[in-house]
């Protein structure tokens, strides 16, 4: 069974970066091909993909989001990481991670880890 | 990019209701679309995929249809765990993942 647990700062100031990890237990980054994602849920919103990276390293971002982003992998830690700079207040949300799951070219999220909760505030 | 449009935003419902709830896309994304539930506080919890396929270990009384641009999640007897916030999302363009605005089911 796979397990994703968020971690990181919950608040962070204006014009700083956000930094999150992912640690994924139950498996292995190093086997196979897979690709892990972030999502994020800003408060009583909806839901907004950020972006995913395979656990060879590939990242694919949110355009929107791409000029700020970076995600990464360790797969030596198990661990995928998201970096986002210069934050605004806009950028406060439930942050999750999750295993993208790849069947018949449908890309959809079958484990989430709990969500971590980001205040962007001075 | 794609956009997904659910509706209604909210559905009031009584357990045993037969609910529908309707996601539209703007450009066809054939059947690369998935439903999701969400509870309060929760991580959303995948009920669809590939627009009718049901995952392991989701109650039969749920069911997806529809390909193209139209699509449905259908409750057909609505239980007291079942009131919860319902989400669409497509993967046709797989460099941009995008959601539905979410659908919120309450009790009537």
């Known amino acids: 069974q796979v397990q994703l647990q968020e971690s990181g700062p919950g608040l962070v100031k204006p014009s700083q970066t956000l930094s999150l990890s992912c640690t994924v237990s139950?498996?292995?980054?190093?086997?196979?091909?897979?690709?892990w994602s972030w999502i994020r849920q800003h408060p009583r919103k909806g839901l907004e993909w950020i972006g995913y990276?395979?656990?060879?390293?590939?990242?694919y971002y949110n355009p929107s989001l791409s000029s700020r982003l970076s995600i990464s992998v360790d797969t030596s830690k198990n661990q995928i990481s998201l970096k986002l700079n210069s934050v605004t207040t806009a950028d406060t949300a439930v942050y999750f991670c999750?295993?993208?799951?790849?069947?018949?070219?449908?890309?959809?999220?079958?484990?989430w880890g709990q969500g971590t909760l980001v205040t962007v505030s001075s | 990019d794609i956009q997904m449009t659910q509706s209604p935003s909210t559905l009031s419902a009584s357990v045993g209701d037969r609910v529908t709830i309707t996601c539209r896309a703007t450009?066809?994304?054939?059947?690369?679309l998935s439903w999701y539930q969400q509870k309060p506080g929760k991580a959303p919890k995948l009920l669809i995929y590939?627009?009718?396929r049901l995952q392991s270990g989701v109650p039969s009384r749920f069911s997806g249809s529809g390909s193209g641009t139209d699509f449905t999640l259908t409750i057909s007897s609505l239980q007291p765990e079942d009131f919860a916030t319902y989400y669409c999302?497509?993967?046709?363009?797989?460099?941009?993942?995008?959601f539905g605005g979410g659908t919120k089911v309450e009790i009537k």
């Open positions: 139950g498996g292995s980054l190093s086997s196979g091909v897979s690709y």
């Open positions: 999302q497509q993967s046709f363009s797989t460099l941009f993942l995008t």
């Open positions: 590939g627009a009718s």
């Open positions: 990276v395979s656990n060879s390293g590939s990242a």
């Open positions: 999750a295993r993208v799951e790849r069947e018949g070219g449908n890309y959809y999220f079958h484990y």
């Open positions: 450009q066809s994304i054939s059947t690369y």
